[in-house]
C-alpha cells in the first residue's frame, strides 16, 4: 500500500512539474489539481511505514492520512477531467484504503478493548504470583521445619 502511494505522490508530482508551461492558470481542473499539489501531496519520504519507530513516525503518518482524507472531501470538484486528475483520484483511493486499514489497526475501540485485556492479564498475573509467592513461603516453612526435626543437636546425643 505504502509502495503504490509512493509512486502515485511521484507520478502526480512529475505530472504537475512537466506541466506546459502556456497552461491556462484559471482553468477550474488546474486550480483544483494544483491546489491538491500543495496540500495533499507530502513528499515521498512520508509514506515510509517504519515498525521500529511505531509511534513517533507512524503517528505523524496517521495524521497526515486524516488530514489528506478531510481535505479531499471538503474541496469541491471541478467538473473538467484531466490526466493528472484521474492520477490524483487513484491516490485519493489508495489513501481511503490506507485510512481503513489504520482504522483497523489502531481506532479506539481497538486500542480501548486492547488496553482492556492487557489490564485483565496484568492482574490475573500479579494475583497468580501472589498465590505463588503465598505457597513458596508456606513450603518454605514446612522445609525449614522438616530440616530442623532431621537434624538433631550433637548435645542430645
Do not use: C
Request: proline share 3%; no cysteine; aromatic share 12%.
Amino acid at each position: 500500500m505504502y509502495n503504490i502511494i509512493s509512486e502515485l505522490t511521484s507520478e502526480f508530482r512529475n505530472s504537475y512539474d512537466n506541466l506546459p508551461e502556456n497552461i491556462d492558470e484559471g482553468n477550474e481542473w488546474y486550480a483544483y489539481l494544483e491546489f491538491m499539489n500543495f496540500r495533499t501531496i507530502p513528499s515521498v519520504d512520508t509514506w515510509i511505514f517504519n515498525q521500529d519507530q511505531a509511534h513517533a513516525g507512524n503517528l505523524e503518518l496517521f495524521l497526515t492520512v486524516k488530514g489528506i482524507i478531510h481535505t479531499v472531501a471538503v474541496v469541491p470538484e471541478p467538473q473538467a477531467r484531466s490526466q493528472m486528475d484521474s492520477v490524483f483520484k487513484a491516490y485519493a483511493e489508495h489513501i481511503n484504503n490506507l485510512n481503513e486499514i489504520i482504522v483497523k489497526k489502531i481506532s479506539h475501540s481497538n486500542v480501548f478493548r486492547l488496553q482492556k485485556e492487557y489490564v485483565s492479564v496484568y492482574e490475573e498475573s500479579s494475583r497468580i504470583k501472589e498465590v505463588l509467592k503465598k505457597s513458596k513461603e508456606f513450603y518454605e516453612k514446612i522445609k525449614k521445619n522438616m530440616y530442623s526435626s532431621i537434624f538433631v543437636p550433637k548435645i542430645l546425643k
